[in-house]
């Protein structure tokens, strides 16, 4: 037998989750890819499964053990696959996991995957793995990033954690508390990422603009260090809270050209009430003058933003706050999300609202905000705009790619302007992307 293929090992990494995780689930692979692991996209030929999970909503964190009961037929195939469970809900539940699954090998949470190696060791000796400490900041230990060629854009977490605590929320619980990397460490990350071949970096934190590393005033300061590296053509962040939209920072949107004029900072509700019961320490009020503020300094910027609807106690008129809030600001875009009761935390302690009403105040919301994200992409039609393509389209001939307003642009142009920033004309749009062609 060929010993090279004898050597190399399979990692398959399912990411649930936030774009952290994307990040995170990239940095395990790289980990793993020491021990002489290489990614592939078929569980099927994998000898270690990974799934780095979501702990957010009571829906999200289920699928994993629905996720995990189908894989056992490969493991009954392969009783050398490993099978580990990684991210949020391995933070929160991962001695549950390990006595519900027996066919779980390894648990690692988010803070604790600079261990994997020796983990992995570990489950090939025929044991089991588990490590969900906060101790140590993982980033001190990462070895640096592989230089492997790369595609246009790239998520590079900068800040971790969160102090916030808002009632609703377990990230405080699975991240743990905020920690900020050291600017000089994150230059250095965002050098390599464009020497690979990255135009476009989205610093990623989960209160991104509270963060106070070493070596820069603050996140406004960053950006403005970072857009000094020659070749790096954009840079965005998320997500922000918005008791931490510091002067500097929205004076930077104003000034740094590289910092893409797009920005989502979730509100979570239009009632003061339920802001305060959210624990948000912020008033609507508050929020639409800090929105006149960001677009005083930048008058096209397209905002978007969170919300949950049906928090405990809110009534039909806290909800008609929250239509109010979200028609007033004009959102370019958001999410939105039916409360859902977390384990561990206050507003799990509070009497629910009937399901039915949430479905009810959900579909009325989405409505509101698809409505405005189509006057938000027909507002494009006629413009000429920088876009960077990013990857083939699906029909022949067409790339896709981004324009600083986050939006999806499709246009007929060559395979080699992926990686370059072209003007495009818009001239229609779908749903939730806009179609254009190159201008001449
Ligand atoms: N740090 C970010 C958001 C992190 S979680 C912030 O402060 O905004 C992403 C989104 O999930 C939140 O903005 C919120 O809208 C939603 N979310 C969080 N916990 C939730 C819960 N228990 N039920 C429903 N939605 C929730
Ligand atoms: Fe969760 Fe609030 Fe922290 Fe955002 S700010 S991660 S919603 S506790
Ligand atoms: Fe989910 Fe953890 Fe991100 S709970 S949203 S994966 S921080």
């Not at 490969?74 to 001695?95: D, R, S, T």
């Not at 561990?344 to 698809?370: F, H, M, N, S, Y």
Request: proline share 5%.
């Amino acid at each position: 037998m060929d010993n090279q293929a004898e050597k190399t090992k399979k990692l398959f990494i399912k990411t649930y989750g936030c774009q952290m995780n994307v990040y995170d689930s990239e940095r395990m692979a790289e980990t793993l890819g020491a021990q002489g692991y290489v990614t592939t996209d078929n569980a099927e030929e994998a000898d270690m499964v990974l799934l780095n999970t979501c702990h957010i909503r009571e829906k999200a964190a289920e699928k994993v053990y629905s996720d995990l009961g189908r894989l056992k037929p490969l493991k009954e195939a392969n009783p050398q696959l490993k099978i580990g469970v990684a991210g949020c809900v391995a933070q929160a539940e991962g001695a549950e996991i390990m006595r519900r699954m027996p066919l779980v090998d390894l648990v690692v949470g988010p803070q604790s995957y600079h261990n994997l190696p020796a983990m992995e060791a570990r489950v090939q000796s025929g044991r089991r793995a588990v490590d969900t400490d906060f101790e140590v900041d993982k980033f001190t230990q990462l070895k640096a990033r592989p230089r492997a060629q790369r595609g246009p854009t790239a998520f590079l977490t900068v800040q971790e954690g969160c102090d916030k605590f808002c009632a609703f929320c377990v990230v405080p619980y699975t991240r743990g508390s905020e920690v900020s990397r050291p600017a000089d460490k994150i230059i250095a990350e965002a050098q390599g990422l464009v020497e690979a071949g990255v135009r476009e970096i989205t610093l990623l934190g989960q209160n991104v603009n509270a963060w106070h590393g070493q070596g820069a005033e603050g996140l406004g300061d960053l950006v403005r260090r970072l857009a000094r590296i020659d070749g790096l053509a954009r840079i965005r962040y998320t997500t922000s809270h918005p008791n931490d939209m510091a002067d500097d920072l929205i004076a930077a949107h104003a000034e740094e050209e590289k910092l893409m004029p797009y920005l989502h900072l979730p509100v979570q509700s239009g009632s003061d009430r339920i802001l305060k019961a959210m624990n948000r320490k912020h008033t609507a009020e508050q929020y639409l003058r800090l929105i006149e503020r960001i677009r005083a300094a930048r008058p096209d910027i397209v905002l978007s933003s969170d919300f949950i609807v049906g928090f405990p106690g809110e009534t039909d008129q806290d909800f008609e706050d929250t239509l109010q809030l979200c028609a007033e600001v004009g959102f370019g875009a958001s999410f939105s999300f039916k409360y859902s009761a977390r384990p561990g935390t206050p507003a799990a302690e509070k009497p629910e609202l009937p399901p039915a009403l949430l479905d009810a105040r959900l579909q009325r919301l989405q409505a509101q905000i698809i409505a405005q994200q189509n006057a938000s992409l027909a507002s494009m039609v006629g413009r000429t705009i920088p876009v960077l393509f990013e990857k083939k389209g699906r029909m022949p001939g067409q790339l896709i790619g981004k324009s600083g307003y986050l939006h999806a642009v499709h246009a007929d142009a060559p395979e080699s302007d992926i990686a370059e920033i072209r003007m495009v004309e818009i001239m229609a749009t779908s749903t939730n992307s806009l179609a254009g062609r190159l201008a001449t």
